[in-house]
């Protein structure tokens, strides 16, 4: 381990000797930027550049990044539709895992919420404890 932090010591030492030279440092400086720009703009790195930020798109739209993340995604793509707007849901999420807690006293439009919940990206499962108003919630019955 001494030896590689001495050779790593080393190698940082030369390099910044060989740029930092008063006499041709400035010359060895541009050059680097210089041939930096080169591999930057060739087709090579805009390639991998393009598949890198692909592949990142891809990732954060698959799935999002933390339970309130899902939560509010939840809240933007189910809730904020108009046929469920006007309901008052509890929304909360733990790895990937959806619980819903309120009211609807229509059992199709309880049916059609948890389902347009289990179909948002990054929704692993639905718990719902909806219920009707005249009802008691279901993880309260005895």
């Known amino acids: 381990?001494?030896?590689?932090?001495?050779?790593?010591?080393?190698?940082?030492?030369?390099?910044?000797?060989?740029?930092?030279?008063?006499?041709?440092?400035e010359t060895r400086r541009r050059d680097a930027q210089q041939r930096a720009r080169e591999l930057a703009d060739s087709p090579q790195a805009q390639k991998l550049a393009g598949q890198a930020i692909e592949a990142t798109r891809s990732v954060t739209e698959s799935a999002p990044g933390s339970d309130k993340e899902l939560v509010d995604k939840v809240r933007t793509e189910v809730l904020g539709r108009a046929e469920f707007s006007d309901l008052v849901i509890n929304v909360d999420?733990?790895?990937?895992?959806?619980?819903?807690?309120?009211?609807?006293?229509?059992?199709?439009?309880?049916?059609?919420?948890?389902?347009?919940?289990?179909?948002?990206?990054?929704?692993?499962?639905?718990?719902?404890?909806?219920?009707?108003?005249d009802q008691p919630a279901p993880n309260m019955t005895s």
């Open 1 to 25: 381990m001494r030896k590689l932090t001495f050779a790593l010591g080393a190698a940082t030492g030369a390099a910044i000797m060989y740029l930092l030279d008063p006499n041709n440092g």
């Open 93 to 133: 999420a733990h790895e990937g895992s959806v619980s819903l807690r309120g009211t609807v006293d229509d059992a199709d439009r309880r049916d059609r919420l948890v389902d347009a919940v289990s179909n948002v990206t990054g929704v692993d499962a639905v718990a719902s404890y909806l219920h009707a108003s």
